[in-house]
């Protein structure tokens, strides 16, 4: 019976290199001298800081392009809310979302069985969602479905099994 699994995983190592090209192009960019900006990558997280909120935007601008240029999914960052840092910087961090949690595996259930594909079964298995059928195209169906879906989720879908 064929089957896959989907999962929510980040590239670490993607992120690394977004973080630290993001940070030479900052050093080097005209705009940005003399503001002492900075984006540092940590254990779960992304800290951003800046002279002020503009300027953080437009680095918030430059780590995005970074990231989509090395194909990490805008979805797997959580935005906090702009702080004020000592001497007027701001200062913001982006939480980084790997893992599927029972509320988001209880809705991705729900939207495979409202699909109403015949023979689509998908299961719960710790932090991923095994999805079986009885037959591929069915399988490739749910695939594009959860696609175009509007999940606030980075989704991968592995081990395609016929």
């Not at 254990?43 to 300027?55: A, M, N, P, Q, T």
């Amino acid at each position: 019976m064929p089957s896959f699994d989907i999962v929510s995983e980040i590239n670490l190592q993607e992120i690394r290199n977004a973080v630290d090209q993001a940070d030479r192009e900052i050093r080097n960019r005209f705009d940005f001298k003399g503001t002492e900006s900075s984006v540092e990558l940590g254990d779960d997280f992304i800290k951003l800081e800046s002279s002020s909120e503009d300027r953080l935007a437009a680095l918030v601008i430059v780590l995005e392009e970074k990231l989509v240029r090395r194909k990490v999914s805008l979805k797997s960052l959580d935005w906090g809310s702009i702080e004020e840092a000592s001497g007027g910087r701001a200062r913001q961090t982006a939480g980084l979302k790997a893992g599927i949690n029972t509320d988001n595996a209880r809705v991705l259930n729900k939207m495979i069985k409202d699909m109403g594909l015949k023979g689509v079964q998908s299961q719960t298995q710790g932090d991923q969602l095994r999805v079986t059928g009885k037959k591929r195209d069915v399988l490739q169906e749910v695939i594009s479905a959860l696609k175009e879906s509007d999940i606030d989720l980075p989704l991968n879908f592995v081990n395609f099994r016929d």
